[in-house]
Nanobody
Framework: QVQLVESGGGLVQAGDSLRLSCAAY????????MGWFRQAPGKEREFVGG????????YYPGSVKGRFTISRDNAKNTVYLQMNSLEPEDTAVYYC?????????????????WGQGTQVTVSS
């Protein structure tokens, strides 16, 4: 399994941008498709996007499409979540997750490894 550590969260104002990073520790990072999820208080964990093992394809739900961009650098064992035009509704703990599949699942239970999460708070 791979170990994941997120960073980059914080408090921002509506309309601002923020970039989250997820560093992976393990020798087979490129074997994992990577997903980003978020969970707000009292709500279920929500898929906000993912990237295939090579980085060649990304997937987003409608709630963030056009505002969020995911990328990865396999040489640095890191995946990124660029968030633009942030809204108060984006406030949540954000998690990265890894799964050894050749596609990006949107179902959290399919992922094998999870980071500890990083808090993103967007004020209005």
């Amino acid at each position: 399994q791979v170990q994941l550590v997120e960073s980059g969260g914080g408090l921002v104002q509506a309309g601002d941008s923020l970039r989250l990073s997820c560093a992976a520790y393990g020798r087979t990072f490129s074997s994992y498709a990577m997903g980003w999820f978020r969970q707000a208080p009292g709500k279920e964990r929500e898929f906000v996007g993912g990237v295939t093992r090579s980085g060649g394809s990304t997937y987003y739900p409608g709630s963030v499409k056009g505002r969020f961009t995911i990328s990865r650098d396999n040489a640095k064992n890191t995946v990124y979540l660029q968030m633009n035009s942030l809204e108060p509704e984006d406030t949540a703990v954000y998690y990265c997750a890894a799964v050894r599949r050749d596609y990006v699942p949107s179902t959290s239970s399919l992922y094998e490894s999870w980071g500890q999460g990083t808090q993103v708070t967007v004020s209005s």
